[in-house]
C-alpha cells in the first residue's frame, strides 16, 4: 500500500514569508496526489490536486504544488503567506484509496 | 459541504458499549470512506464502499463495522468501544475512487471514557 510522509510537523512563518511544505511519497505505480487544508474546527478541503499533465498544478487560494516523479515528492508552495493560511496542511496520495500524511500545522504571525 | 452530514457531532460513550456514528451524502457519490484523525497520524482509513453492499477495510478497521444498504448511508458502528477508539471520525465521499479528491464531512468528535 502506498504510504505518505510530511517533513515539518509544525512551521510558524511571519505573514508574507514564503511556505514549502514537503511531502514525499511511496508507491511503485501511477498515484494521483492532493494536498488538504484543515482550517481551525473544520473539516478537511481539497486545496489541489495532480493527476497528469503539467507536473505543476495550481489550486486555490495562491497555492501550488509540484510533482517531481523521480523524487517521489509534492511539495506545496505559496509565495506568500497571510495570516487566514494557518490551518494544518495534509498530503494525500491515492492508488486505490486515500492515504494521508501525519500533517503540517501552519502557524503564521501577524 | 452541505451534500454530506454525519451525526452525532459529539458523542460521549462507555468503554464497552456499542455505538453508530451516521453518514449521509446527497451527491449520489459511489464511494464512500470513514477516516479517524488522530494527533501525530493524520487520517487513517478506516472502511471504505465502492458501491451499496460493497464494503471493504482499510488501514486500522479493527473492532469497527460498516454497512451500505443504501448508496446515501454509510453508518460506522463500534461494537465494543474502547478508550483507544477516542478520536475525530470524519466520513467522506467521491464519484471515483482515484482520480478526483474527496468531499468531507464535518466529523464526530468521539470520547470513549
Known amino acids: 500500500a502506498q504510504s505518505v510522509s510530511q517533513h515539518n510537523h509544525h512551521v510558524i512563518l511571519s505573514e508574507a514569508a514564503s511556505l514549502e511544505l514537503g511531502c514525499n511519497y511511496s508507491?511503485?505505480?501511477?498515484?494521483?496526489l492532493f494536498w488538504y487544508v484543515q482550517y481551525p474546527g473544520q473539516h478537511l478541503q481539497l486545496l489541489l490536486k495532480y493527476f497528469s499533465g503539467d507536473p505543476l498544478v495550481k489550486g486555490i487560494k495562491g497555492f501550488e504544488a509540484e510533482f517531481i516523479k523521480s523524487k517521489f515528492s509534492f511539495n506545496l508552495r505559496k509565495p506568500s503567506v497571510q495570516w487566514s493560511d494557518t490551518a494544518e496542511y495534509f498530503c494525500?496520495?491515492?492508488?486505490?484509496?486515500?492515504?494521508f500524511g501525519a500533517g503540517t500545522r501552519l502557524t503564521v504571525k501577524p | 459541504d452541505a451534500g454530506i452530514t454525519q451525526s452525532p457531532r459529539y458523542k460521549i460513550t462507555e468503554t464497552g458499549r456499542q455505538v453508530t456514528l451516521m453518514c449521509h451524502q446527497t451527491w449520489s457519490h459511489s464511494y464512500m470512506f470513514w477516516y479517524r484523525q488522530d494527533l501525530g497520524h493524520g487520517l487513517r482509513l478506516i472502511y471504505y464502499s465502492a458501491a451499496a453492499d460493497i464494503t471493504d477495510k482499510g488501514e486500522v478497521p479493527d473492532g469497527y463495522v460498516v454497512s451500505r444498504s443504501k448508496t446515501e448511508n454509510f453508518p460506522l458502528t463500534l461494537e465494543s468501544a474502547t478508550r483507544s477508539q477516542t478520536s475525530v471520525y470524519f466520513c467522506?465521499?467521491?464519484?471515483?475512487?482515484?482520480?478526483?479528491?474527496?468531499?468531507f464531512g464535518s466529523g464526530t468528535r468521539l470520547t470513549v471514557v
Open positions: 494525500a496520495v491515492n492508488a486505490h484509496d486515500m492515504r
Open positions: 508507491y511503485g505505480g501511477t498515484v494521483n
Open positions: 467522506a465521499s467521491s464519484e471515483a475512487s482515484d482520480i478526483y479528491g474527496y468531499t
